[in-house]
């Protein structure tokens, strides 16, 4: 079925989606623009948000496996 809804995918999702948000929120709050020549903002913004993707990426992949191998089933 087409809206059939895993939970386990539900909940990667959803853990994701906040660890990409508290990643952005901390890169953007690092001195990362130093890295950069001047006036290179979309290189600057494109590096913060491909990063932010790789933290949020390993940290769920992390915490997702950390769930599953706890369960009982």
């Given at each position: 079925m087409i809206l059939d809804i895993n939970v386990y995918n539900l909940a990667?999702?959803?853990v994701f989606l906040v660890f990409f948000f508290i990643s952005y929120l901390v890169i953007?709050?690092?001195r990362l623009e130093n890295l950069f020549k001047q006036g290179k903002i979309i290189h600057i913004?494109?590096?913060q948000i491909l990063l932010a993707i790789i933290f949020a990426y390993l940290l769920t992949q992390g915490i997702m496996s950390l769930v599953k191998s706890t369960q009982f089933a």
């Open positions: 990667y999702t959803i953007i709050q690092t913004r494109v590096a």
